[in-house]
C-alpha cells in the first residue's frame, strides 16, 4: 500500500538481534520522533524509512523480518560506513558543533572524495525507496544531516510530493561552514533546499542556514523555513518515571550516594564529543578545589553513555571520561565518600532516577541542537532541581531565563555556576523549576510533528 505519511531517518523506531534459534528479537527506541508519529495513529498508514545499523539488522531484513510501519533499507555495510561514519558523524556533525582541530584537520582530499560518494548513493538509496513507497502527493519528513542530498533527489524523481527536512543540530557560522570545498557546500545546501520546507530547532541555527545560503549559493530559492522547538513529552516520562523500576534504582542511587544530607550534581549524555563532560568535571575537580566545604557534601552523578564507538576520537574521548572522573575519585575521594559515580551502561530508568533525585542538573554543551536532558529534568524533578546550562544549547533560548547559564569553554566559570545552583535556596530551586518545566513543555513531540506536516500544506 503507498503511504500518504512518510518519515525518513538513519536510524529508525527499532533494531533486531539475532537469538541462537535464528529468529529475532525487536527492540523498539523511544524519542520525540517515535512519539510525534503516534500523534497521527496507527491506522493512517505512515511509513518510517531507515537504514540497517547493524549485520543483524541487515541480516533481519534479509530473512523479511520486519515491523509494521516500518522498511529498514539493507544498504551495503562498506557504503553505510562510509557515509554514517566518514561524511555524517566525522564531517557534517563537526561542522555544525564546531569540533575540527583546524591546524591539522579537517582535510578534504580522496578518501574524504570517496566517501562523500558513499554518501552520494546512500541517500539515493533513500530517495528511492521513498519515491517507491510514497502515494501521489504524500508528505515525506525526512530527519537530520544523514539525508541532507534527499530532498533534492526525491523531487527529481518525483515532483508531486510535498517535501519536508528537519534538522536536530545546529547549523555552522559561515566561516566554519565554508571549510568544505565549494562543490560539496553547494551540493549541500541545494539538496535541503530540493524541499519545500526545512524546519530548525531554533532561530539561531534557521538563521544559520540563511546565512550559508546566501553566501554559498545565494538565497534559499522558494524554499520555505520554520523553527519548531522539541519540547519534552510530560505525560510519558511523568508515568515513566514513577514505575517501580525508577524507584528501585533511585534507591541504589541514594545507597552510592551515601547519606541523605549529601547534595547531587547530575549529568546524563551519550558519551559525546559535543556534550563537553571532560570540561564538565575539571569544572567540578574546581569546585572541590576552590570550595573546600564541598568536599564531602557534594556527589556528581555522571551518565555517559557509550556512542558512535566506531570511530577513535570517541573511543579516546570515553577513556578521557573515565581517567578524569578516576583521577577526582582518587583526589578527593574518602572511605565514606565517592566524588564522582560516573555510569556507562545505558539505564533509561535509572537516568530518570538520577533526574527525579538531583539537586542541579550540569548540560554544558559545546554546542547542541537542542538537549532534550534540559528539558527533561526540570519535568519529573521531584523537589525542584537547579539548571546550569550552556548558552550554545539550543535549549538555552527557551529555557535561559531560569538556568544558571555558562559559557561551556569557561571551566573556572562552569565551578562558580555549579556554586551558585547548589547554593540556591530550596523554594527559588522548586520555583524556577515550575517555570523550567512550563517552557520545556509548550510543544510536546506529538504536536512537533503535526505542526510540521500541517506548515508543509499551507
Ligand atoms: C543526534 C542526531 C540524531 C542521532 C542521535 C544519536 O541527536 O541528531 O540523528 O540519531 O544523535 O546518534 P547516533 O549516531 O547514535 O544515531
Known amino acids: ?30 524519542g520525540g520522533l517515535v512519539s510525534g508519529l503516534s500523534a497521527i495513529g496507527p491506522d493512517a498508514g505512515a511509513l518510517w524509512v531507515c537504514s540497517a545499523l547493524s549485520d543483524d539488522d541487515r541480516e533481519a531484513v534479509r530473512r523479511g523480518v520486519a515491523e509494521p510501519g516500518v522498511r529498514m533499507l539493507d544498504i551495503d555495510a562498506a557504503v553505510h560506513a562510509d557515509a554514517y561514519n566518514g561524511i555524517a558523524n566525522s564531517v557534517l556533525w563537526f561542522v555544525h558543533h564546531l569540533l575540527y582541530q583546524t591546524p591539522l584537520e579537517p582535510v578534504f582530499g580522496t578518501e574524504f572524495r570517496r566517501q562523500w560518494a558513499a554518501y552520494e548513493n546512500y541517500n539515493r538509496a533513500f530517495a ?4 517507491a513507497e510514497a502515494a501521489p502527493g504524500a508528505a515525506v519528513l525526512v530527519q537530520d544531516y544523514h539525508l541532507a542530498l534527499v530532498p533534492g533527489m526525491l523531487r527529481a524523481l518525483r515532483d508531486d510530493l510535498r517535501i519536508g527536512h528537519f534538522s536536530h543540530t545546529p547549523w555552522a557560522p559561515v566561516d566554519y561552514f565554508r571549510m568544505l570545498p565549494d562543490d560539496i557546500a553547494e551540493q549541500l545546501l541545494h539538496g535541503m533546499l530540493g524541499a519545500d520546507r526545512l524546519g530548525f530547532l531554533t532561530r539561531r541555527w534557521a538563521d544559520a542556514f540563511e546565512a550559508c545560503c546566501a553566501a554559498v549559493v545565494g538565497g534559499t530559492g522558494g524554499t520555505r ?6 519540547g519534552a513529552d510530560a505525560d510519558f516520562l511523568r508515568e515513566r518515571a514513577h514505575r517501580d523500576d525508577v524507584d528501585e534504582r533511585m534507591a541504589a542511587l541514594r545507597e552510592q550516594i551515601g547519606g541523605p544530607e549529601r547534595r547531587t550534581v547530575v549529568r546524563v549524555d551519550r558519551t559525546e564529543l559535543s556534550k563537553n563532560i571532560v570540561r564538565g568535571l575539571h569544572a567540578y ?28 576520537v570517541y573511543r579516546d574521548y570515553t577513556a578521557e571520561v573515565a581517567r578524569v572522573a578516576d583521577d577526582i575519585n582518587s583526589t578527593f575521594g574518602t572511605p565514606g565518600w565517592t566524588p564522582v559515580i560516573l555510569h556507562v551502561k545505558d539505564d533509561f530508568a535509572r537516568s530518570l532516577a538520577a533526574y527525579r533525585l538531583a539537586d542541579v542538573a550540569l548540560v554544558n554543551p559545546i554546542r547542541d541542537g537542542m538537549n532534550l536532558v534540559a528539558k527533561e529534568v526540570p519535568v519529573v524533578s521531584d523537589e525542584g532541581c537547579a539548571l546550569v546550562l550552556s548558552r550554545e544549547a539550543g535549549a538555552y533560548e527557551e529555557l535561559g531565563e531560569d538556568a544558571v547559564v555558562v559559557n561551556p569553554y569557561d571551566v ?41 506536516l500541517r506548515a508543509l500544506d499551507d
Not at 528511492?128 to 519515491?131: D, I, M, S, V
Not at 576552590?290 to 564531602?296: A, G, Q, S
Request: aromatic share 6%.
Open 1 to 30: 500500500m503507498a503511504a500518504p505519511i512518510l518519515v525518513a531517518s538513519n536510524r529508525g523506531p527499532v533494531s533486531y538481534s539475532a537469538r541462537e534459534d535464528g529468529t529475532f528479537d525487536t527492540k523498539r527506541g523511544g
Open 285 to 312: 575537580r574546581q569546585l572541590l578545589e576552590d570550595r573546600p566545604e564541598w568536599r564531602e557534601r557534594v556527589v556528581h552523578i555522571a551518565f555517559a553513555y557509550p556512542s558512535r564507538q566506531d570511530l577513535a
Open 412 to 452: 573556572t566559570g562552569t565551578a562558580a555556576a555549579l556554586h551558585t545552583a547548589l547554593c540556591m535556596p530550596q523554594d527559588e530551586r522548586a520555583e524556577r523549576t515550575k517555570r523550567l518545566a512550563a517552557a520545556a513543555t509548550a510543544l510536546p513531540p506529538e504536536q512537533w510533528f503535526l505542526e510540521q
Open 225 to 230: 523555513i520554520g523553527v519548531h522547538g522539541l
Open 128 to 131: 528511492e525507496a521513498l519515491a
